[in-house]
Structure formats: C-alpha cells, structure tokens
C-alpha cells in the first residue's frame, strides 16, 4: 500500500467481509478447523462444504470456522445453525456427508440424525 486511499480500500473489503459473518435470519455453518481436526479431514469437508453451496447457489449461508471443538476424537466436526431448528453438532464429517447435511439440513430443514453429536437448545 502507497496511499490513503489504497489503505481505506482495504479497511472497507475487510469490513465487508466481517459483516457478512453474523447477519440475522441467515444459516451458519461453522468447520471446527484445530489441528486434530485438520489432520482428521477438516480441510476436505471445508472444500465440500464450499463447492455444494456453490453448486446450488446457496448465499444465504455463513460459513466460519473455529479451533478445535474438544471431542477429538469425534474431527472433523461441523456445527450447523439454522432459524428453523435449534443448533446441531456433527461429528466425524465426511465430505460425503458434509453434501448431505448441506441437502438434508440446509435445504430440506431435517437435521441428519445418525451423525448428529449434539442438537442445542432454542435458547442458544
């Protein structure tokens, strides 16, 4: 950067992609990425998740990503926040089964039961 004006562009790119994380009413995706999860696959179902939003245009989603999530041994784990039902944690992921919670949670409105870790509660 060489001038002012070079730094304010940067400084509103950075804002704008901030304020795309948390906006209310949208889906959020969050991709535990620590090191155990990397080493288990995390980065893989992180590309999966990516390209089968792409691929069904799905921009109302927020994705993120975390540290580990504590349950090692459980990597690569998603946890997937929707309006329309409490929070769900999944655990191990698959970038197979990441395409499936993206059809099944994100689309349909059914969290994938067998491979759900944790579902919240409304309050959360």
Known sequence: MKTREELRALRERA???LAVRDQ???SRVVVAMGTCGIAAGAREVMTALLEELAQRGLTEV?????GCMGLCDREPMVEVRTASLPPVTY???????MRRIVAEHLVNGRAVQECALTVGSEAE
């Open 91 to 97: 655990g191990p992921v698959t970038p197979a089964l």
């Open 62 to 66: 927020t994705v993120s990503q975390t």
């Open 24 to 26: 209310p009413g949208k």
């Open 15 to 17: 804002r704008a992609a």
